[in-house]
Structures are given as structure tokens and as C-alpha cells.
């Protein structure tokens, strides 16, 4: 299966993901492909019935292991359900987050070990992986004060600056291992510029 239209948005809290999916998805459209918007944790009605477990509740709820096996759990389900699905009708599947975020948050953010992670990937996702991912980037006090203003996902904002700084590095390394896969977008930047980065890379990357 091609996942060349396979998209995933990445990046610590407050980066503006959605904003830059829907005006990705839109530009898109009008350029007349199909276009499936998603998000994880969710994007099934079991993985949002997993979601509600996973994004609300004290930080220390799951451990980090836990977190990683209710992510995949979620994940699957999605892949199965809703990704798949699209990628084989030719549709541009765009999603909010994916495989990375837990490689960041429960991986370098948390202590789950990266071996886990790896072999979780390769049974459960079993090649569905995104052609072009892009990593938003900001200082990750810049976007918890974002996060904070907008209300949202509060379980794993409130895990701590330390925490978002580690994720943060753990998102830089993976662009750094996966350069072909991988674009970091300066998210610190005004709306406007980061819509214009987003689509530079997407057009150049995919031959649009
Ligand atoms: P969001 O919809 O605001 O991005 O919230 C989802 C939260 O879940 C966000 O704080 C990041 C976190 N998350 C993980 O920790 N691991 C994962 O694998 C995914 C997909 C999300």
C-alpha cells in the first residue's frame, strides 16, 4: 500500500496544528483531491472511546508503558478503520498527530522504552506509516502558554516543562534520523508563514 499521501502533523501542545491541517486540507481540496482530516489519539469510535481514558485524569494516571500500549491500542483501530481505508480509495490522509507523538511524549518525554515502541510500530502498524511528516517547532514554554490559553488536552499539559522540553528534543532527534520522512516547520512564525512553509514542503515533497 502507498502512503505517499499519507500526512502527519507533529508537535509539542500550542503549536497550531489544527489551524495548519485545515488550511493544508483545504488548499488540497481546491486543488481537487479527496482529503481525509483525522486525528489520534481517536479518529475511530473505539480509539475517541480510548481517547477520553488517555487525555483526561491526574498526570500520573498511566505510566508511561501504559500510555504506550492504550496509544497503540487506539491506533490500531484507527490504522484498521479509518487510514487504511482512505489510502487504498487514493485520498490524502491528513492527521494530527501519529506514531511520532508517542516515540515523543510516552518515549522521550516519559521512560517508555524505545525497543517497545519499535516493535510496536513494526506489528501494529505493519508498514502504514506516513510518506511526509511535519514537525512543528517551538519553545516549549511558548507553546504550553498557548495550550493553556485555548484549554484542551489538560493530562498532558500539566506533566511539566521539563517534560515538554524533553519531548521537544525527542521530536528534533527524529527529523534528524529520518530526514527523507521528516520536515521541521518553525512554528514560532506568524500564521501566514507557517501555512506557506507547510505547503513549500508538501508541494516539493509530494510533486504537487
Ligand atoms: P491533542 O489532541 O491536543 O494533540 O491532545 C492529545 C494529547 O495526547 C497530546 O497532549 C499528546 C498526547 N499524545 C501522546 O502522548 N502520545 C501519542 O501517541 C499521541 C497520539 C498523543
Not at 10 to 39: C, Y
Not at 137 to 157: N, Q, S, T
Amino acid at each position: 500500500m502507498t502512503q505517499g499521501s499519507f500526512i502527519s502533523f507533529e508537535g509539542g501542545e500550542g503549536a497550531g496544528k489544527s489551524t495548519q491541517i485545515r488550511r493544508l486540507a483545504e488548499r488540497l481540496q481546491t486543488a481537487g483531491h479527496d482529503v481525509v482530516v483525522t486525528r489520534e489519539p481517536g479518529g475511530s469510535s473505539g480509539a475517541e472511546a480510548i481517547r477520553e481514558l488517555l487525555v483526561n485524569g491526574e498526570a500520573d494516571r498511566w505510566s508511561p508503558v501504559t500510555e504506550t500500549l492504550l496509544m497503540y491500542a487506539a491506533r490500531r483501530d484507527h490504522v484498521e478503520r479509518v487510514i487504511r481505508p482512505a489510502l487504498a480509495e487514493g485520498k490524502f490522509v491528513l492527521c494530527d498527530r501519529f506514531a511520532d507523538s508517542t516515540r515523543a511524549y510516552q518515549g522521550a518525554g516519559g521512560d517508555a522504552p524505545a525497543s517497545l515502541i519499535a516493535a510496536l510500530e513494526d506489528h501494529v502498524l505493519a508498514g502504514t506509516v506516513p510518506g511526509l511528516t511535519l514537525i512543528l517547532d517551538l519553545p516549549a514554554e511558548v507553546g504550553l502558554a498557548r495550550a493553556e490559553a485555548r484549554g484542551g488536552a489538560a493530562r498532558f499539559e500539566s506533566k511539566g516543562l521539563p517534560f515538554h522540553e524533553r519531548l521537544r528534543a525527542g521530536y528534533l532527534e527524529i527529523a534528524r534520523q529520518e530526514p527523507e520522512r521528516c520536515v521541521v516547520i518553525g512554528a514560532d512564525a506568524a500564521l501566514d508563514a507557517v501555512t506557506d512553509a507547510i505547503w513549500a514542503a508538501v508541494a516539493q515533497r509530494l510533486n504537487l
